[in-house]
């Protein structure tokens, strides 16, 4: 409905009011109308200054046709719970269903994108484009609900990123199109009860029996059980496994082989038991499972072989003969999970952040004067401190999102290294804004958060699985300080600048900070660089330092790095900012002049203000002065207020059909009145 269609509608509601809906017993009596509140669409208040079909394609970047088309097959179907609510449809889970019926109404949903070629080329074209394609479907997915794309992410990129990766040409021939068509049900049996994060302690084991050119796959404690294996309960037909393989006595490190679990009519096959790992507080739709394997035979041919083999005889053979790098070369391809649950807590957070911004442009509480009117929450200036600090993170996020799958897809050999630290330090950093998001966004709705069918409150628990899974976030950031501090070392052992990993900047003097910020010094892109710059070059510095004055006492390097978590901590939250950082600023770069350049500059401006005032490193090692950190926290204010009036403008850029939302974002009197408690 247009806008005019919409401001005739509400001052027809006003002129001519529809008749009370209650009844009176008596006739003679009688109750006088007062004034009740009306619901007025935020779009008849708020003004739109620049194009956000355009700013749309900053934040989609890619395949916005290919989103569109999806987003379209949702809405129209059933099978994905249409509903009508407030005079709009919506579409999202049920979560008064069973985790039985999620999970049946999940594979339902799997099968009819699949019939309309939703996954097309998804294992059997590696062109960047067509991965890119993947990704974008996958993120439509992710905001319908994250149980659908977490069940179809298992499908093709663990359990067919495994054949991919891991594979050759005797498994991509076998197994590649007939996973993409969903005759094979993949899962990706890695994490177990006693390991997770430590994946080189799994202690599944498996041997060759030289007699009959079979492995034998045995789960030899209970510690050992495969544990919450997305697939393994219900649908799975075949898994990944990982697995030590001992081979005459010897231990050669963790492999991976192809197990069939279950036959084409779903029955359990022999010598394996699985049991259900039973309701979550979250992902009900996926059917985690625990699996254990009693000396299960399967084909020598079922060793994933592209890092080792073993040949008929039982004779193990590797290109890559240190372990350690031959370990590293079966973790690398897993890259693309961390790359997927990236961008997923980025939708997820803007979602969040829809919900809860129309919501509080439509929604007023208190007057500010005697009998005056009541004022929108997004007026207030604590409210838009709440969440517009957020929105400008969420925007930098999504930034960052788009530049690691771009990276992701035109990887080289060279850049895997690059691309492994990257993700390993985006995927902690977008998982807990998006956490942080969702729980400011759910007590900036007050109690309607508490309401399934407004989505930010449930969210919460749907994503919070992403801070642990596909690596702890904890252990990541400190994987990403161990690089830095490998090439630091490296450069300094040859004498040598610094060369990748974004280390560049150490190279230069030494940034100078202002002994006092202006607003005009502290929205400048050079001051901005400059102190995130200072900080991850610092923090570098006193990593090496103190790691180097440890081993200099005689202390392991595995202690060392224990006894030092605190600088890896910062460190590694140093490099994922200032690398958000400059991706926002290339993009903003790459804008030409006009408002929608204006207003992403505001939000970077927001974006590095917050960091700066809420990361206490730039106290505690004196990169800001207190008078500096006050004139910091001022300017978050100064700019919540400027980025007040394109608050509607800027969600709306997010391209997110109404239909995902809620019936909180629109009329949300409507959507609770007695008729259609009634209906």
């Given at each position: 409905?247009?806008?005019?269609?919409?401001?005739?509608q509400?001052?027809?509601?006003?002129?001519?009011?529809?008749?009370?809906?209650?009844?009176?017993?008596s006739?003679?009596?009688?109750?006088?109308?007062?004034a009740?509140?009306?619901?007025?669409?935020?779009?008849l208040?708020?003004?739109?200054?620049?194009d956000?079909?355009?700013m749309r394609k900053?934040?989609d970047t890619h395949?916005?046709?290919d989103?569109d088309?999806?987003y379209g097959?949702?809405?129209?179907?059933?099978?994905f719970n249409?509903?009508d609510r407030g005079g709009?449809?919506?579409v999202?889970?049920?979560y008064?269903?069973?985790k039985?019926?999620?999970?049946l109404i999940?594979?339902?949903r799997?099968e009819y994108?699949?019939?309309?070629?939703?996954f097309?080329?998804?294992?059997?074209d590696s062109?960047?484009?067509?991965?890119?394609r993947?990704f974008?479907?996958q993120?439509?997915?992710?905001?319908?609900?994250?149980?659908l794309?977490?069940?179809i992410?298992?499908?093709?990129?663990l359990?067919?990123?495994?054949?991919?990766f891991?594979g050759?040409?005797?498994?991509?021939?076998?197994?590649?199109?007939?996973?993409?068509?969903?005759?094979?049900?993949?899962?990706?049996?890695?994490?177990?009860?006693?390991?997770?994060?430590?994946?080189r302690?799994?202690?599944?084991?498996?041997?060759?029996?030289?007699?009959t050119?079979e492995?034998?796959v045995n789960?030899?404690?209970?510690s050992?059980?495969?544990?919450?294996?997305?697939?393994?309960a219900?649908?799975?037909?075949?898994?990944?496994?990982?697995s030590?393989?001992?081979i005459n006595?010897t231990?050669?490190?963790?492999?991976?082989?192809?197990?069939?679990?279950?036959?084409?009519?779903?029955?359990?096959s022999p010598?394996?038991?699985?049991?259900?790992c039973g309701h979550?507080?979250?992902?009900n739709?996926?059917?985690n499972?625990?699996i254990?394997?009693?000396?299960?035979?399967?084909?020598?041919?079922?060793?994933l072989?592209?890092?080792?083999?073993?040949?008929?005889?039982?004779?193990?053979?590797s290109a890559?003969?240190?372990?350690?790098q031959r370990?590293a070369?079966?973790?690398?391809?897993?890259?693309s999970?961390?790359?997927?649950?990236?961008s997923s807590?980025?939708?997820?957070a803007?979602?969040g952040l829809s919900?809860?911004i129309?919501?509080?442009?439509?929604?007023?509480?208190f007057?500010l004067?005697?009998?005056g009117?009541?004022v929108l929450l997004?007026?207030?200036?604590t409210h838009?401190?709440?969440?517009?600090?957020?929105?400008?993170?969420?925007?930098?996020?999504s930034?960052?999102?788009?530049?690691l799958?771009?990276?992701?897809?035109?990887?080289?050999?060279?850049?895997?290294?690059?691309?492994?630290v990257?993700?390993?330090?985006?995927k902690?950093?977008l998982?807990?804004?998006?956490?942080?998001?969702?729980q400011?966004?759910r007590e900036?709705?007050g109690?309607?958060?508490?309401?399934?069918e407004?989505?930010v409150?449930h969210?919460?628990?749907?994503?919070?699985?992403?801070?642990?899974?596909?690596?702890d976030n904890?252990v990541?950031?400190?994987?990403v300080s161990?690089?830095?501090?490998?090439?630091?070392?490296?450069?300094?052992k040859?004498n040598?600048?610094?060369?990748?990993?974004?280390?560049?900047?150490?190279?230069?003097p030494?940034?100078?900070i202002?002994s006092q910020?202006?607003?005009?010094?502290?929205r400048?892109?050079?001051f901005?660089?400059?102190?995130?710059?200072?900080r991850?070059?610092?923090?570098l510095n006193?990593?090496a330092?103190?790691v180097a004055q440890?081993?200099?006492q005689?202390?392991?390097?595995?202690i060392t790095?224990t006894?030092t978590?605190?600088?890896a901590?910062?460190l590694?939250?140093?490099?994922?900012?200032?690398?958000?950082m400059?991706?926002?600023?290339?993009a903003?770069?790459?804008?030409?002049?006009g408002?929608?350049?204006n207003?992403l500059g505001?939000?970077?401006?927001?974006?590095?203000?917050i960091?700066?005032?809420?990361?206490?490193a730039?106290?505690r090692?004196g990169y800001l002065s207190?008078?500096n950190?006050?004139a910091v926290?001022?300017?978050?204010?100064k700019?919540?207020?400027?980025?007040?009036?394109h608050?509607?403008?800027?969600?709306?850029s997010?391209?997110?059909p109404?239909?995902?939302?809620?019936?909180?974002a629109f009329?949300?009197?409507e959507?609770?009145?007695?008729?259609?408690?009634?209906?």
């Open positions: 409905m247009d806008r005019v269609a919409l401001r005739t509400v001052l027809s509601r006003h002129l001519h009011p529809p008749p009370p809906s209650f009844s009176s017993s006739s003679s009596s009688c109750i006088e109308s007062c009740c509140l009306e619901y007025s669409p935020a779009e208040s708020e003004s739109i200054d620049f956000t079909k355009e900053l934040m395949n916005l046709e989103r088309w999806l097959l949702i809405i129209q179907s059933n099978l249409r509903r709009k449809v919506f999202g889970p049920d008064n269903q069973s039985e019926q999620q999970r999940t594979m339902k799997i994108m699949a019939d309309r070629g939703a097309v080329g998804w294992l059997t062109t960047p484009q067509s991965q890119l993947r974008a479907l993120e439509v997915a992710d905001s319908f609900d994250h149980s794309s977490i069940k992410g298992v499908h093709f990129f359990w067919g990123g495994a054949l991919q891991f050759t040409k005797r498994h991509h021939d076998k197994w590649l199109r007939d996973t993409e068509n969903y005759r094979v049900k993949g899962c990706f049996a890695m994490t177990e009860l006693g390991h997770g994060s430590n994946v302690g799994i202690e599944t084991v498996t041997t060759y029996d030289s007699n050119g492995f034998i789960t030899p404690c209970e050992a059980q495969k544990y919450w294996i997305g697939g393994a219900n649908h799975a037909t075949h898994t990944v496994v990982f030590q393989l001992k006595g231990n050669q490190g963790v492999h991976a082989f192809i197990v069939q679990i279950r036959d084409a009519d779903g029955n359990i010598h394996i038991r699985i049991a259900d979550k507080i979250g992902l739709g996926v059917d499972g625990r254990w394997f009693d000396n299960v035979r399967i084909p020598r041919e079922n060793l072989n592209s890092v080792a083999d073993v040949s008929a005889d039982g004779q193990y053979s890559i003969k240190d372990p350690d370990f070369a079966f973790m690398a391809p897993l890259t999970g961390r790359v997927i649950l990236a807590a980025t939708y997820s803007k979602i919900i809860a129309r919501y509080s442009l439509t929604r007023c509480a007057s004067t005697s009998n009117p009541e997004l007026d207030y200036p838009q401190r709440r969440l517009l600090p957020l929105l400008a993170k969420t925007y930098a996020m930034f960052a999102s788009n530049y799958k771009k990276l992701y897809v035109k990887r080289t050999p060279e850049s895997i290294k690059t691309i492994h990257v993700s390993s330090a985006f902690p950093t998982t807990w804004h998006n956490m942080r998001t969702l400011e966004c900036a709705v109690g309607q958060g508490l309401k399934t407004n989505r409150g969210l919460k628990s749907e994503y919070d699985v992403q801070s642990t899974f596909e690596g904890n990541l950031m400190q994987q161990k690089a830095l501090l490998g090439e630091y070392v490296a450069a300094k040859k040598r600048p610094l060369n990748g990993l974004g280390l560049e900047h150490i190279n230069r030494y940034p100078v202002p910020l202006t607003s005009s010094t502290l400048s892109i050079q901005q660089m400059n102190i995130f710059c200072l991850e070059r610092d923090l006193r990593f330092a103190e440890h081993q200099a005689g202390v392991s390097r595995e790095f006894l978590y605190s600088l901590e910062d590694g939250k140093a490099f994922a900012d200032l690398s958000i400059q991706i926002f600023v290339e903003e770069e790459n804008v030409p002049a408002q929608l350049k207003v505001l939000m970077r401006s927001l974006y590095a203000m960091l700066l005032e809420e990361d206490a730039f106290l090692y207190t008078d950190a006050a926290r001022k300017e978050v204010a700019l919540c207020g400027e980025l007040r009036p608050a509607l403008a800027l969600v709306s997010f391209g997110i109404d239909a995902f939302l809620s019936p909180l009329n949300w009197i959507a609770n009145t007695w008729s259609s408690v009634e209906n």
